[in-house]
């Protein structure tokens, strides 16, 4: 009887540890508006396929990236670059196929998997207000280059850490051949940038590419036309573990993934971010939109 009880109580603990059992899937997610949006609708998704879900949203990236690498979460959305710089310490200048290669390569080793990438790429970019933006005839960053050696007289908000960055506004200016005296960038949190250009006290901001704030304050993101930033092209990376155990789930997940690019991700976020609606609603109202509930 002892051994019959040591050998329940050990599967019992195997079932507690293991989350790779088939139809058993542990989404995580950060702690920011787009990644808690995106774990509730991954949450709702599977649940609605007939998955267990356990939902872990909230964490910090590092943490969280490790959490998957040690087991604890199947899946989560990750951002290339982020995996490509952060977590497998390339610097190389690479296109967005080839940073989505080299990570699908480098963390395969790992035993994750990257599915299909979406449309969105959650980058650093420059903005600008729509309407001075078509007044003056910009829509890339070789046009904003253009007006600045043309003298029109644009003043830039870009936060701090972009400032000083190795990889940051000074090498950016080399890239695209422009140059911005001191006086005309003004320095502040990546927050009071959207403020500062929607109150017309700049004329171009420092943004990320699905800031809700983009859309709800009618900005126009100047295409980044010599791929000068690297990619952040959002995925979803579950372990090969979990894929194994539920096979299907791959192409359950990348039928989702198809249906996100920035102009979608903006809306949701700003949903969230300035409508003030509950991201379990925003999530299932997509789900619902797009016949996945």
Not at 109 to 132: C, F
Request: proline share 2%.
């Amino acid at each position: 009887m002892k051994n019959v009880m040591t050998l329940l109580s050990g599967l019992a603990l195997a079932g507690t540890l293991a989350t790779a059992q088939a139809n058993e899937v542990v989404v995580g997610g950060k702690n920011f508006t787009e990644q808690q949006i995106l774990a509730s609708m991954t949450s709702q998704y599977l649940e609605h396929l007939g998955y267990d879900v356990e939902k872990r949203s909230g964490m910090g990236s590092a943490v969280l990236r490790q959490a998957q690498e040690n087991g604890q979460i199947d899946l989560y959305w990750e951002y290339t670059g982020t995996s490509l710089i952060n977590y497998n310490d390339v610097t190389e200048r690479l296109s967005p196929e080839e940073t989505y290669e080299r990570v699908k390569e480098l963390d395969a080793e790992k035993g994750l998997v990257w599915l299909a990438p979406s449309d969105a790429n959650n980058t650093y970019a420059l903005a600008m207000r729509e309407d001075d933006a078509e007044e003056r005839g910009i829509a890339t960053l070789s046009d904003l280059a253009q007006a600045v050696n043309d003298d029109e007289g644009l003043t830039f908000a870009l936060n701090a850490e972009f400032y000083a960055r190795e990889d940051g506004w000074r090498p950016l200016q080399q890239a695209y051949d422009f140059r911005v005296g001191r006086a005309d960038v003004k320095r502040m949190d990546s927050g009071l940038v959207y403020q500062a250009l929607r109150d017309g006290q700049v004329e171009v901001g420092l943004v990320f590419a699905t800031d809700g704030r983009i859309p709800a304050f009618d900005f126009r993101v100047l295409a980044d036309d010599q791929d000068y930033f690297p990619a952040y092209a959002l995925t979803p990376v579950v372990r090969a573990e979990t894929l194994e155990a539920n096979p299907e789930l791959e192409a359950q997940m990348d039928k989702l993934s198809g249906l996100l690019d920035d102009a979608t991700m903006s809306s949701l976020n700003a949903q969230v971010d300035v409508e003030k609606q509950t991201i379990e609603r925003v999530a299932e109202d997509f789900l619902t939109e797009h016949d996945l509930l």
